[in-house]
């Protein structure tokens, strides 16, 4: 099982010269499966009955259970982590704990505090000047965070920066230290 973004498959289309598609609908000549895992084109609702039909069929296995629930808060906790940028692009006067830097960061760029700021406005003004960005690149920043490829100041507008990859694809992070009332927090 192999999962794109439509944006993925279009790249892959253009530069394989093929014409694959996302189903909206599964194709008629499935064979008839098991409706606790048969296609659903809602990925939530998915996932739902898929852990729902594993957790009845480990219902024995408490160390199976546990993994499974792990898995699922994981999942919530990332759901509603992309909720809070969603919201973010809403009310953009907000500002939001966006990310926590390691502590190799926090000293390298001389932060006074390893949690990292974002305002929506700052945010909604990025994606419109940056077309080839949008929010699950927003998403990536703390996995990119956590392992850089590269932290160095920029020469020129003194910025820190710091280069990731991550699904294949490279970011250029630019962390401002801002000084207000007194703090130091550190913005994206």
């Known amino acids: ?25 599964a194709p008629s000549n499935l064979p008839v499966v098991d409706s606790k895992i048969a296609f659903e084109p809602n990925t939530y609702k998915y996932l739902q ?7 009845e069929s480990y219902a024995g296995n408490n160390m199976a259970k546990e993994k499974l629930v792990g898995v699922l808060k994981a999942i919530e906790d990332k759901k509603r982590r992309f ?18 830097l390691s502590p190799e960061i926090t000293k390298i760029v001389g932060a006074s ?15 419109q000047k940056h077309a080839h960005t949008d929010l699950f690149d927003y998403y990536l920043v703390q ?7 590269l932290i160095a100041k920029d020469p020129v507008f003194k910025n820190n920066i710091v280069i ?21 927090p550190t913005r994206l």
Do not use: C
Request: aromatic content about 8%; charged content about 25%.
């Open 83 to 100: 909720k809070e940028l969603v919201g973010l692009t809403k009310e953009v006067n907000r500002v939001m704990d966006f990310a926590t």
């Open 113 to 127: 505090s390893s949690v990292v700021k974002l305002q929506g406005a700052q945010m909604v003004s990025h994606l």
């Open 143 to 149: 996995d990119i965070l956590e392992q850089p490829a």
């Open 1 to 25: 099982m192999h999962m794109v973004s439509k944006r993925g498959l279009k790249a892959f289309n253009e530069s394989r010269g093929t014409n694959i598609e996302i189903l909206e609908k």
């Open 164 to 184: 990731g990859v991550k699904f294949g694809r490279w970011y250029k992070i630019v962390l401002k230290i801002l000084k207000l009332f007194g703090r130091n």
């Open 49 to 55: 009955n898929f852990f729902k039909a594993k957790l």
